[in-house]
Each structure stands twice: as structure tokens, then as C-alpha cells.
């Protein structure tokens, strides 16, 4: 069974970083893509960056370009959203989520779904202060 393990969350002030850390278990996922959401309270969930497990494609939403990466380590399982410069309106549980569906390029809205992946972790809370 897929599992979805996020970690890393805290209260930081606006301007510092975070690095977010989702572990995978339960198979391979080696044509897989992994992404990261996040969801503000009494907003919907929205996409903020996705991986492809084999290879480097990356997709972002405009909102964290430049400012936030995404990356995968194979040999420990993991996907990490690295995040930089963050703002307030960063703040929200942020969730990781995979999918086996393979529909083109990782930048294809798509991948920006939330319908597009069968799997999604519990959430860490990301708090930016003002």
C-alpha cells in the first residue's frame, strides 16, 4: 500500500525558508510523478510544483516561481519542496501526492490537478508571520 509521509512544516517569518520532506513507500515508483498542494484555510487545495520520478522535469505555479524547487532522492524514497523567500500567503498545510498516470510533459495542466493523483500524504503545516 502507497504511503505518503510529509514532514518539515513550522512557523517561520516572512523572508525565511523551509524545506518540506514527503517519503514514499509501498512500491516503485519509478514512472511516477510526484507533486505538492497546498491548501489555505477556507480555500481550495491548489497546485504548487510537481516531479517526475525518473528524469528532471519540473512544473511550478507562477505564484512560488523562483522561489520555490522541488527535487527527488531516489536512494532514500524521498521528494523535498525547498522554500525560499516565503510569504504570508504561503502559509497553509501542505500535502504531497502521486500519481501512476502519464499524460505528456509534466508542465501540461494536468499534473496541476488535484483529480490526477490517486495518492496524497496527510499534510504539514506551514505557518510565514508578517
Known amino acids: 500500500q502507497v504511503q505518503l509521509v510529509e514532514s518539515g512544516g513550522g512557523l517561520v517569518q516572512a523572508g525565511g525558508s523551509l524545506r518540506l520532506s514527503c517519503a514514499a513507500s509501498?512500491?516503485?515508483?519509478?514512472?511516477?510523478?510526484m507533486g505538492w498542494f497546498r491548501q489555505a484555510p477556507g480555500k481550495e487545495r491548489e497546485f504548487v510544483a510537481a516531479i517526475r520520478w525518473s528524469g528532471s522535469s519540473t512544473s511550478y505555479a507562477d505564484s512560488v516561481k523562483g522561489r520555490f524547487t522541488i527535487s527527488r532522492d531516489h536512494a532514500q524514497n524521498t521528494v523535498y519542496l525547498q522554500m525560499n523567500s516565503l510569504k504570508p500567503e504561503d502559509t497553509a498545510v501542505y500535502h504531497c501526492a502521486a500519481t501512476g498516470s502519464l499524460q505528456g510533459s509534466v508542465g501540461r495542466s494536468y499534473y496541476s490537478q488535484t483529480g490526477t493523483y490517486d495518492y496524497w500524504g496527510q499534510g504539514t503545516q506551514v505557518t510565514v508571520s508578517s
Open positions: 509501498g512500491r516503485t515508483f519509478t514512472h511516477y510523478t
